[in-house]
């Protein structure tokens, strides 16, 4: 019963896996049989040699086979193996290892209160944040609200507090009063926008969920500061500030679940710190005893601790083995191993930049769509193709391949959707990290090669623009677009598949524009836009980041001539108008969604110039002035962004049968010019991702 194979068997044959489909594991004959580990590294019970780029399960920080922690664990086995902590007894190091995590966490978390495992100090933190506000007088404040994707553990209180479906599926959960909100999960959820914009956004979510629910009734927001089994979802800057402000402003308690980010991972103790944030309670496990021994711990912070030591009489809680007195002096050794190593700083100025640097290398590669890292934790995103972006679908299997070609090579990742995750011990050297790099480079290149990247991508571009789909999962936004050639543009982008955003004056007159293009089975939304007023510019982007994602496609379709009459001294207002609508409403609207369009890996601009002038005597000049002026500036705005994805042309639309072109023209009979929808095409084929003019104006060709 000793070789590997007999190990293996013997396992399958009477151990049901967590998180493992145990029908597998005993199809393929039973478990790797992993014997032995030193520093970051493990061997298997044949002798093979891996690289652990996880840290065991994101816990072992200072790595394995430290003699030092055997020696405190056997010592204090010997002195006292354990006792509890129940009525009114502590032990040495159950009070040294309080007083040192009240020390490490942010000011305010001055107790702790022990358990065994993450889940079961998330499963506390749910009672004891409920039993704060009953003896607050508010009763009503039970609901939690956490967030998709959020993993606080596997009993039925973390479970519900986290995002991941499957588990809630098994049993029936979550239990009643857990909400949740969207993650800051940008590459999937919002690639197209810029940081500042999303992080506003995801952690307005909150702010929207708390106002459905009603503040009364929510106890407390919980947060993972990065969050790792859900993908290392790395939030960006700007959203823990605002997470804060909003549980301040609406009085929900604040929940750190440090269990990975504690400990040093991203170069400070806990995630909080280095988010800046100051939570009124926190959970911290794993790196607490790099696993060396099972144990965690809730931190109470003032508020809840005074309250519950004034008024909470007996705290009907807890577990036989809270605090247990060898994983306490093992857990304290730990951390003094962590200080006495500078493992801190090591993550913060030395590896967790090094790591950063050399992941960066892998963005080359034709399916990685990002890698991204903090301190010492990061994730590589794969897509099967870059630009226009396309997943794999389903999601999943790529990732999963890559990840046991990794682990066939040496060096063990984890996969979570199509993402390569990983959190080395804070140990790795830089050849360590050269190592997963590079392992990780060559087994893409070997995935590639087995399923044909390049030629499935291909088939699938091709696809999409034979169904005439070609600005399918675009998002476009068309300014005036309530009557003329903006209406049929938006209509248009929308039959290409473009989900639209129509901005103009009134909403009134968009609804309709709107509506059509539902009832035709797009996409569309509506933004009441003043041209004439910078403020309403301004504010425009915030609106349209509230409705959408992303935006790749911008119609500046904004050229409205003032009134023009024949006199000398309205000719200087007219031009002082015209200027100042035609070209800085453009120039205004440039400016404010550059960022958002330089988010998109194909940011489109086409500026309309007008066909029409509105007036019985137009004054062509001051018309030609400002028609001049748009393709200086489409020029400018072209070559300042040659380097980038950004591309940016103009429609000439020349005459068209608009209400517009009819008031300028009355002498004209309207049925002997093209309809606006006749224009549309070129528009279409401007806005493709694959469009590379830039810097053009083109003018409308009707065949
Ligand atoms: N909170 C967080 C943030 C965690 O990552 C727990 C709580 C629960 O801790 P315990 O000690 O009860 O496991 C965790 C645990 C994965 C994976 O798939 C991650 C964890 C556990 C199991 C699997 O990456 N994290």
Redesign the pocket.
């Known amino acids: 019963m000793t070789d590997e194979t007999d190990l293996g068997r013997l396992d399958a044959a009477h151990h049901l896996h967590p ?1 493992t489909d145990n029908r597998i594991l005993k199809e393929a004959g039973g478990p790797l049989v992993i014997a032995a580990g030193k520093g970051c590294d493990l061997w298997d019970e044949n002798g093979h040699q891996y690289f652990d780029a996880l840290a065991g ?2 816990c072992v920080a200072v790595g394995y086979g430290r003699r030092e922690l055997a020696d405190v664990a056997h010592e204090q086995i010997e002195r006292l193996a354990y006792y509890n902590t129940f009525f009114r007894t502590t032990t040495a190091p159950t009070a040294r290892l309080a007083a040192k995590l009240a020390e490490l966490t942010p000011d305010g978390l001055n107790h702790a209160i022990f358990t065994n ?3 079961e100090a ?1 499963d506390t933190i749910a009672r004891l944040t409920r039993h704060f506000w009953a003896l607050e007088g508010r009763p009503e404040k039970r609901v939690i609200i956490g967030r998709d994707l959020g ?4 009993t039925l209180a ?1 479970i519900s507090m986290g995002g991941i479906t499957s588990m809630m599926e098994q049993g029936g959960l979550p239990l009643p009063d857990f909400d949740r909100i969207e993650a800051p999960y940008k590459f999937l959820n919002a690639p197209g926008l810029p940081d500042k914009v999303y992080a506003r956004k995801a952690a307005r979510a909150l702010q929207k969920r708390i106002d459905e629910l009603g503040a009364d009734t929510v106890a407390a927001f919980v947060a ?1 500061p990065i969050q ?2 859900g993908g290392v979802i790395i939030p960006p800057d700007g959203y823990f500030s605002e997470i804060e402000k909003i549980c301040r402003a609406n009085d929900v308690l604040l929940v750190a ?1 440090e ?2 980010c504690g400990f040093g991972r991203l170069g400070t103790w806990t995630g909080s710190e280095y988010f800046g944030i100051k939570p009124d309670m926190m ?1 911290l ?1 794993k790196g607490l005893s790099s696993g060396y021994q099972p144990i ?1 711990a809730v931190m109470v912070g003032d508020r809840v601790a005074n309250v519950l030591l004034e008024r909470g009489r007996d705290l009907s809680h807890g577990f036989t083995y809270s605090g247990h007195p060898v994983a306490a002096a093992v857990a304290l050794a730990n951390i003094e191993i962590i200080e006495r190593e500078g493992l801190l700083a090591r993550v913060r100025d030395d590896i967790g930049p090094y790591l950063a640097e050399r992941l960066k290398t892998l963005e080359d590669h034709p399916i990685v769509g990002e890698a991204r890292s903090c301190g010492f934790i990061g994730a590589v995103e794969l897509v099967r193709q870059k630009k226009p972006r396309v997943a794999f679908h389903p999601p999943g299997i790529v990732a999963a391949v890559v990840r046991d070609q990794m682990q066939s090579a040496g060096v063990i990742v ?1 996969s979570v959707g199509e993402a390569l995750v990983f959190a080395p011990p804070l140990i790795a050297t830089h050849a360590q990290i050269d190592r997963l790099v590079t392992v990780m480079r060559a087994s893409l290149d070997e995935v590639v090669r087995k399923v044909n990247h390049t030629v499935q991508a291909e088939l699938a571009a091709d696809a999409m623009l034979q169904n005439g789909r070609s600005l399918e999962g675009r998002v476009a936004l068309v300014t005036g677009a309530s009557r003329g050639l903006g209406a049929a543009v938006a209509g248009r982008l929308a039959r290409a598949g473009a989900k639209v955003v129509l901005a103009a004056r009134s909403l009134t007159d968009l609804d309709a524009v709107a509506n059509a293009i539902r009832e035709t089975g797009g996409e569309a939304e509506t933004v009441a836009l003043d041209l004439s007023d910078p403020a309403s510019i301004e504010a425009l982007p915030g609106q349209v980041a509230d409705m959408v994602d992303r935006l790749d496609i911008l119609v500046a379709n904004a050229a409205i001539l003032g009134p023009i009459g024949p006199t000398a001294e309205q000719e200087t207002e007219a031009w002082g108008e015209t200027i100042a609508i035609d070209l800085n409403a453009n120039f205004r609207l440039l400016r404010a969604f550059h960022d958002m369009l330089s988010a998109s890996d194909a940011g489109r601009v086409i500026l309309v110039s007008s066909g029409a002038a509105r007036a019985e005597l137009a004054d062509w000049s001051a018309y030609a002035a400002a028609k001049a002026g748009l393709e200086a500036l489409l020029r400018a705005y072209a070559a300042e962004t040659a380097n980038s994805p950004i591309r940016v042309n103009g429609v000439d639309p020349g005459a068209l049968r608009t209400g517009m072109r009819a008031s300028a023209f009355p002498e004209e009979d309207p049925e002997t010019l093209p309809i606006p929808e006749r224009a549309c095409e070129v528009f279409v084929q401007l806005s493709t991702p694959m469009c590379k003019l830039t810097g053009a104006v083109v003018p409308v060709s009707i065949d």
């Open positions: 998180f399960l994101w495992s993450g889940s998330n993993y606080h553990g596997s973390a993972e790792g089994a679940d269990v990975i959970a496990a965690a984890r």
